[in-house]
């Protein structure tokens, strides 16, 4: 029987409700949650460890995280990352596109359609991969 591992994720959201809430929910999925109030803390922490799938918050102090995403990409270019945003707009989703998102998400958004979300990231970018996260 092969090794099994927890993946790895990263969530990152200046309201520390929602990125708490965020890891109980995902917690008990099994993964591995890692928590970040701005980009910067999530900066530090993909380059402090392996993350699998990482979420971002779109407004946040210090670092927007499309900001951290783009500096993330010079060293974790394959990283998935899931970008959150309540306040969407074409010049953003542009901007996201040309950073390489994975997905862009509107909040609010629902339980179902983001650990769906995280699940997809982590199965197209990791396949084969022995992660027990379950759905």
Do not use: W
């Not at 946040?60 to 970008?83: D, F, N, S, Y």
């Amino acid at each position: 029987m092969g090794i099994v591992q927890a993946p790895n994720l990263l969530i990152t959201d200046d309201d520390r409700g929602f990125r708490e809430a965020l890891a109980e929910v995902f917690a008990a999925r099994g993964f591995q949650t890692h928590l970040a109030k701005d980009g910067l803390e999530a900066v530090d922490v993909v380059r402090s460890m392996r993350i699998d799938v990482a979420l971002f918050d779109y407004h946040m102090p210090r670092k927007t995280g499309l900001e951290a995403i783009v500096e993330i990409r010079t060293t974790a270019a394959q990283l998935p990352c899931i970008l959150l945003s309540g306040n969407l707009d074409d010049m953003i989703r542009q901007q996201a596109i040309a950073a390489q998102v994975f997905s862009i998400l509107a909040k609010p958004v629902s339980l179902p359609d983001i650990t769906s979300k995280v699940r997809e990231a982590l199965e197209l970018c990791f396949p084969g991969d022995n992660h027990s996260a379950d759905n």
